[in-house]
């Protein structure tokens, strides 16, 4: 962890990381990010008890690497309880974020309290650009964001909401409906790009209707818990 400057200006956005087991690509997803760093940004990461060497790479790439019991959920609010930022930006650690993001996220928050981008996911089924239209257009319309599109919010908002709810799935969709009770989201259309790993392990139109299945019984009111269970059952 590099050592802090005491002249320095308070960075003006934090992002908070979960992580685990990502060994295989976190130190390139972090390298992307240093040059925001140099600029003042804040890297957050939170790891949730991997087992392999994620921790010793991130660590120099990162202002903290914090440990947390498992759930992207409690890591990422313990995240925000460590970050001294007026903005907090959630980045999966498979996502990269577009040139610019820091620039757009601030100018997004002059007008909205929270938003998100669209999303573009890489991987080698060909079905990967219709999923990402489908997933940009259904947010759009629904005023609901994903985890994977690189959610961001201003820091009193995450408190005035409670953060994410402690939940083993769809805490992205619990959060967006408690924000969207202040406002709709600023839906930028500058992409993060995310790895289309879970659509090609398990299959584009399997992995399709999984999720569309869990949304729409998770509106319907089954428990988190309950969909945690028949999506881990599922893969």
Same mark, same amino acid.
């Given at each position: 962890m590099p050592l802090v400057n005491p002249d320095a200006e308070p960075p003006t956005l934090?992002? $908070?990381i979960p992580m685990l087991n990502e060994a295989a690509g976190i130190q390139a997803m972090l390298a992307g990010l240093q040059p925001l760093r140099e600029t =003042? $940004?804040?890297i957050i990461v939170v790891d949730g008890g991997s087992q392999d060497s994620s921790i010793q790479i991130a660590t120099p790439l990162a202002d903290r690497v914090l440990s947390s019991t498992p759930g992207r959920a409690r890591q990422m609010? +313990? =995240?925000a309880q460590h970050t001294s930022a007026p903005a907090l930006l959630? +980045?999966?650690a498979? !996502?990269?974020l577009p *040139?610019?993001?820091v620039e757009q996220v601030a100018q997004a928050l002059n007008t909205h309290c929270w938003g998100r981008f669209d999303i573009h996911l890489e991987g080698h089924s060909r079905w990967l650009p219709m999923v990402s239209w489908m997933m940009n257009q259904r947010s759009r319309l629904t005023g609901i964001a994903t985890g994977d599109q690189g959610m961001f919010l201003r820091? *009193? !908002?995450f408190d005035a909401v409670g953060g994410f709810p402690e939940q083993p799935l769809m805490e992205d969709i619990e959060l967006s409906k408690r +924000? *969207?009770?202040l406002s709709r989201p600023a839906c930028l259309k500058a992409k993060v790009i995310s790895s289309g790993r879970r659509w090609d392990q398990f299959g584009a139109w399997k992995t399709i209707r999984l999720m569309w299945r869990l949304r729409y019984r998770y509106w319907r009111g089954v428990s988190a818990t309950q969909l945690a269970k028949e999506y881990r059952d599922a893969r």
């Open positions: 934090s992002i $908070v =003042g $940004v804040e609010n +313990l =995240g959630f +980045l999966h498979d !996502t990269y *040139k610019n993001a820091r *009193k !908002t +924000l *969207k009770r």
